[in-house]
C-alpha cells in the first residue's frame, strides 16, 4: 500500500511565478489536510479538504493561495505570484475518515524555493 | 503566545544516556497529544500519543499533566539513531468531529558516539 505521494519534491520558482503542489493520498483515504513549514518553525494547519470540499481553509493565507482536492486526482495546493516569503516545505497528510482520533499519515513534502 | 511551546535545544548528549523534553500548551481544551519525530528535510512521523496516565513504548516515556498543560518524553539509553528534531503536538476538538493538528516548533536532539 503505497504511503502518501507528493509531487515535486523539490520546486525553484521566481517571483511572480505559481506553484502548483500535488498530494496524493493513500488509498482509500479521502480527507486532505495541508501544512507548512517555514525555516525553524514547526509546522502551521494551512487546509483541511474532503473529495469536492473544502471543509476548513482557516490557514489559508487570504491572498495568492487556494486548495481543492477533486473527485477524481490530486489534491492541489496553489500559489499564485509567489514571494520570497513563501519558501518552506508544504506537507500534506491524509486521514481515511472524519475522526478526531485518526491518525494522519504524512506525506515526504514539496520544498519550495523562491528566487 | 505560542500555542505549543518547547525548548528548541539543541541537546548534545552521549549514547546510552537519559534525556527528557518537555513542552507546555497554552489551549485547555486540547483533546490529544502526541510526539512526533522528524528527521532533516524528512515528514514528521508518530513516535507515539501522550495519555494521563502516562505510556511507555520500549526506551520512551510519554507524560501528560493536563493540570499543569504540560507534556514530557523521557529516552533512556539513547542510540545514535534518535537523532531527530522531536516535535510536540495537539489537537483541538472542532465542531465538525475533525483534527487539526498544532505542533510546536521542535526540540533537537544529537546523539554522539
Known amino acids: 500500500n503505497a504511503g502518501v505521494m507528493q509531487n515535486p519534491r523539490h520546486l525553484v520558482r521566481r517571483r511572480g511565478q505559481e506553484a502548483r503542489l500535488r498530494c496524493s493520498p493513500m488509498k482509500g483515504h479521502s480527507h486532505v489536510y495541508w501544512y507548512r513549514q517555514l525555516p525553524e518553525e514547526g509546522l502551521k494547519f494551512m487546509v483541511y479538504?474532503?473529495?469536492?470540499?473544502?471543509?476548513?481553509e482557516s490557514g489559508m493565507p487570504k491572498e495568492r493561495f487556494s486548495a481543492e482536492f477533486p473527485k477524481e486526482g490530486p489534491s492541489i495546493l496553489r500559489i499564485q505570484q509567489v514571494v520570497r516569503g513563501d519558501s518552506a516545505a508544504y506537507f500534506c497528510?491524509?486521514?481515511?475518515?472524519?475522526?478526531?482520533?485518526?491518525?494522519?499519515?504524512f506525506g515526504p513534502g514539496t520544498r519550495l524555493l523562491v528566487l | 503566545r505560542k500555542e505549543v511551546e518547547q525548548d528548541p535545544g539543541p541537546f548534545n548528549v552521549p549514547e546510552g544516556a537519559t534525556v527528557a523534553f518537555n513542552c507546555t500548551y497554552s489551549?485547555?481544551?486540547?483533546?490529544?497529544f502526541f510526539w512526533y519525530r522528524q528527521d532533516c528535510r524528512k515528514e514528521p512521523k508518530l513516535l507515539m500519543s501522550?495519555?494521563?496516565s502516562g505510556n511507555e513504548d520500549g526506551r520512551f516515556t510519554a507524560q501528560l499533566n493536563r493540570a499543569s498543560q504540560y507534556i514530557s518524553l523521557l529516552i533512556r539509553d539513547s542510540k545514535l539513531s534518535d537523532s531527530a528534531t522531536y516535535l510536540c503536538?495537539?489537537?483541538?476538538?472542532?465542531?465538525?468531529?475533525?483534527?487539526?493538528?498544532?505542533f510546536g516548533a521542535g526540540t533537537r536532539l544529537a546523539v554522539h558516539p
Open positions: 479538504l474532503q473529495k469536492e470540499n473544502i471543509i476548513d
Open positions: 489551549n485547555s481544551a486540547s483533546q490529544s
Open positions: 497528510a491524509s486521514s481515511p475518515k472524519r475522526d478526531r482520533e485518526e491518525t494522519q499519515y
Open positions: 503536538v495537539v489537537t483541538n476538538m472542532f465542531s465538525g468531529g475533525y483534527n487539526k493538528l498544532i
Open positions: 501522550v495519555y494521563s
